[in-house]
């Protein structure tokens, strides 16, 4: 993806161990808004 | 055969249960072929067909008991650890989860003959909410089907299956070609991978101490972080950066349209 948006001429950077990384390091965190929230099929 | 069936008449029961309990918990075992091994067992008085029926039912049912609970409880974080070995992680779980629902509950019944499905099915029924009577039901009726129709497989086949057991030295040299056909196979596909993704490992990375560094100064700005995963937005209590939005992987084109050329773009996943 990263590749991708650097040929749509994007300046892309990639963080190295993600978002376990950016926890362990004591980065700020929030929780994801209700409203991203992909909505799965249930069964109840 | 008859060394088979020494093997069989010795651990018969513990090695159907242990074989179907590793296969129900998703480890790639051969249970298929446990039951048929048993089923030919049973056709030579060897073991009990009663008994090696409840061992194999047994064993599902307790396999695939606890995968519901783990789907239940870890909501789609289990779904999303048997989706990293998929081709396609990112969309995973949203196809299994749309293709169990469409297919509806009775996909249980048959789940168990499908690759793939069978691992996913338990964790899925947890997952999506569906009430432990009627898992219990539905799999127990899947259960019965797997391990009859395998275990009859078996029974009705044992003088076919003598036959082929008996050729097997001779079919060892040939089982070596294949392997090694394979190996090298494997090893040219991985070579060509290799050098056809080449190019996306010279992508810049910045360490999280710098991205932290940079949000603090007065540059922070012209940076956005964009979170790239699928499977952190299935659980309500999900965690991401703060500050960070997202971008739907599989939504590119039209995601790209609404990001500004003016921002440094910090991407992450898990």
Known sequence: MAHLLREKGFNTFVIVGGLTAWRKAGGHLESVPKDDLVKLPTFS | ?270
């Not at chain 2, 446990?34 to 049912?61: D, R, Y």
């Not at chain 2, 749309?98 to 069978?118: C, D, M, Q, V």
Request: net charge positive.
């Open chain 2, 1 to 270: 055969m008859n060394y088979l069936l020494h093997i069989m008449a010795r651990q018969g029961y513990a090695l159907t249960f242990g074989l179907l309990f590793a296969e129900a918990l998703g480890l790639p075992f051969p249970a298929a072929i446990a039951l048929v091994a048993a089923g030919a067992a049973v056709a030579s008085h060897t073991l009990s067909g009663p008994a090696v029926l409840l061992a194999s039912m047994v064993a599902l049912l307790i396999g695939d008991s606890a995968q519901f609970w783990l789907g239940r409880y870890s909501g789609w974080a289990l779904l999303g650890f048997l989706c990293r070995l998929s081709m396609n992680p990112e969309t995973c779980i949203l196809r299994s989860a749309e293709s169990f629902y469409k297919r509806g509950k009775a996909t249980l019944i048959i789940a168990k003959f499908i690759p793939g499905i069978n691992t996913m099915a338990a964790p899925l029924a947890g997952s999506m909410k569906m009430r432990f009577g009627q898992f219990l039901r539905l799999d127990f009726v899947g259960a019965l089907l797997y391990s009859s129709t395998y275990l009859l497989v078996g029974y009705l086949s044992r003088d076919f299956l003598a036959a082929t057991l008996s050729g097997f030295h001779a079919a060892g040299r040939a089982m070596e070609m294949i392997v090694i056909t394979a190996l090298v196979v494997y090893a040219i596909y991985r070579g060509v991978q290799f050098r056809r993704y080449k190019k996306y490992r010279v992508m810049p990375r910045v360490q999280v101490q710098e991205l932290a560094a940079r949000l603090a100064s007065n540059d922070a700005t012209r940076v956005l972080i964009v979170d790239v995963r699928s499977h952190g937005y299935y659980d309500s209590g999900s965690e991401r950066i703060a500050g960070s939005i997202r971008i739907e992987p599989n939504n590119l084109e039209e995601e790209i349209k609404n990001l500004p050329k003016d921002k440094d773009i910090y991407l992450y996943c898990t």
